[in-house]
T-cell receptor
Framework: DAMVIQNPRYQVTQFGKPVTLSCSQT?????MYWYQQKSSQAPKLLFH???????NEADTPDNFQSRRPNTSFCFLDIRSPGLGDAAMYLC?????????????FGPGTRLTVT | DAKTTQPNSMESNEEEPVHLPCNHS???????IHWYRQLPSQGPEYVIH???SNVNNRMASLAIAEDRKSSTLILHRATLRDAAVYYC????????????FGKGTLLTVNP
């Protein structure tokens, strides 16, 4: 089945130690998004790629970076994780050509910062 | 993005219909109404969307008020698997494909 895959599902990192979260898709969608979801809160968009074009949300901290080496893969890099960065990180994709702009989400990676 | 207002929580009984309301009094003419749901420990999943007319799909129905200032997501027969947070989101259809999630409604389904 075509899908959005996130690895790992659970990630533990130390305060200040860089960490990379991965997302891959078999849907061949143009757009890939990264969201942060803290406990009992709604998902919050960090940034997205439209093909190779990177679009950062205005309030996304500089500590968060992203890479999209090809259509299928997208990475979220947290350069120096703080305790406040512990959250679920969700990857999503969208088929812009369909114009319904449905987003397809992966299962998320739960990040713990110790 | 225009704002939506949803009840924090609702309860339903299994096999009964559920009507989840959403107010969006500041909706503009190009705003689409999207509904997503998030089951426990999973990513959100698309449910349905509409612009002006009522919409049906295999998961749910979307009833949109004539003035578009409110809408209702209808689950025709709730199951335990429908217990989730339901998000009502307005998306600017002009050129914006991003979604801004609000707080949503936590739906509890009783057996």
């Amino acid at each position: 089945d075509a899908m959005v895959i996130q690895n790992p599902r659970y990630q533990v990192t130390q305060f200040g130690k860089p960490v990379t979260l991965s997302c891959s898709q078999t849907l061949n969608h143009n757009v890939m998004y990264w969201y942060q979801q803290k406990s009992s809160q709604a998902p919050k968009l960090l940034f997205h790629y439209y093909d190779k074009d990177f679009n950062n949300e205005a309030d996304t901290p500089d500590n968060f970076q992203s890479r999209r080496p090809n259509t299928s893969f997208c990475f979220l890099d947290i350069r120096s994780p703080g305790l406040g960065d512990a959250a679920m990180y969700l990857c999503a994709t969208s088929p812009i050509f369909r114009r319904t702009y449905e987003q397809y989400f992966g299962p998320g990676t739960r990040l713990t910062v110790t | 993005d225009a704002k939506t207002t949803q009840p924090n929580s609702m309860e339903s009984n299994e096999e009964e219909p559920v009507h989840l309301p959403c107010n969006h009094s500041t909706i503009s003419g190009t705003d689409y109404i999207h509904w997503y749901r998030q089951l426990p420990s999973q990513g959100p999943e698309y449910v349905i969307h509409g612009l002006t007319s009522n919409v049906n799909n295999r998961m749910a129905s979307l009833a949109i008020a004539e003035d578009r200032k409110s809408s209702t997501l209808i689950l025709h027969r709730a199951t335990l698997r429908d217990a989730a947070v339901y998000y009502c989101i307005l998306r600017d259809g002009g050129s914006n494909y991003k979604l801004t999630f609000g707080k949503g409604t936590l739906l509890t389904v009783n057996p």
